[in-house]
T-cell receptor
Framework: DTAVSQTPKYLVTQMGNDKSIKCEQN?????MYWYKQDSKKFLKIMFS???????INETVPNRFSPKSPDKAHLNLHINSLELGDSAVYFCASSQGNSISGGKDTQYFGPGTRLTVL | SQQGEEDPQALSIQEGENATMNCSYKTSINNLQWYRQNSGRGLVHLIL?????REKHSGRLRVTLDTSKKSSSLLITASRAADTASYFCATDEDSSYKLIFGSGTRLLVRP
């Protein structure tokens, strides 16, 4: 009965490869997010979807492409991985809608630790 | 740009003592939230305080908000070793869905 789940938990890959991280939430929330946490623990928003519509798209290289097949899933695909992509990636969800926004409590997944060699 | 800044960056206390962490932010907000992150885990929501509230309690947690000073504090009373974690404040921006997280305070509670 996990609320927000991510797979895989660990991902080790070579530079130049393409990889995907999957996220699913069973909370019935309308909004989902991807965050990147660097080695100094700084957490930065990357993308957000509300009901499958992209609403936040921060300054992220276009090698990163989110995809939301339905409002319970938000996947992150990364092309041509670089060393600097090594980080922990967190998925989150919240009940925010087009009126209240996503500023409500956010529920985080366990994270995916990506290591690019 | 980063909104919340936590202070101190790291805090080490003895079990049973109180721990106080501070957060400062730059622009007006609708609400401010505190989250905890245990090592190797995702963030867990602790408490949300709205801009028209000055103080909020939840168990051993007490949060204050001073909008005139653009600052908030999180007090954990009677700390336990299990409180060892990083604590983050997060603030919203009026016109977007974004929560902006600070860099966190790493709390170590020694048994």
């Amino acid at each position: 009965d996990t609320a927000v789940s991510q797979t895989p938990k660990y991902l080790v890959t070579q530079m130049g490869n393409d990889k995907s991280i999957k996220c699913e939430q069973n909370l019935g929330h309308d909004t989902m997010y991807w965050y990147k946490q660097d080695s100094k623990k700084f957490l930065k928003i990357m993308f957000s979807y509300n009901n499958k519509e992209l609403i936040i798209n921060e300054t992220v290289p276009n090698r990163f492409s989110p995809k939301s097949p339905d409002k319970a899933h938000l996947n992150l695909h990364i092309n041509s991985l670089e060393l600097g992509d090594s980080a922990v990636y967190f998925c989150a969800s919240s009940q925010g809608n087009s009126i209240s926004g996503g500023k409500d409590t956010q529920y985080f997944g366990p994270g995916t630790r990506l290591t690019v060699l | 740009s980063q909104q919340g800044e936590e202070d101190p960056q790291a805090l080490s206390i003895q079990e049973g003592e109180n721990a106080t962490m501070n957060c400062s932010y730059k622009t007006s907000i609708n609400n401010l939230q505190w989250y905890r992150q245990n090592s190797g885990r995702g963030l867990v929501h602790l408490i949300l305080i709205r801009s028209n509230e000055r103080e909020k309690h939840s168990g051993r947690l007490r949060v204050t908000l001073d909008t005139s000073k653009k600052s908030s504090s999180l007090l954990i009373t009677a700390s336990r070793a299990a409180d060892t974690a990083s604590y983050f404040c997060a603030t919203d921006e009026d016109s977007s869905y974004k929560l902006i997280f600070g860099s966190g305070t790493r709390l170590l509670v020694r048994p």
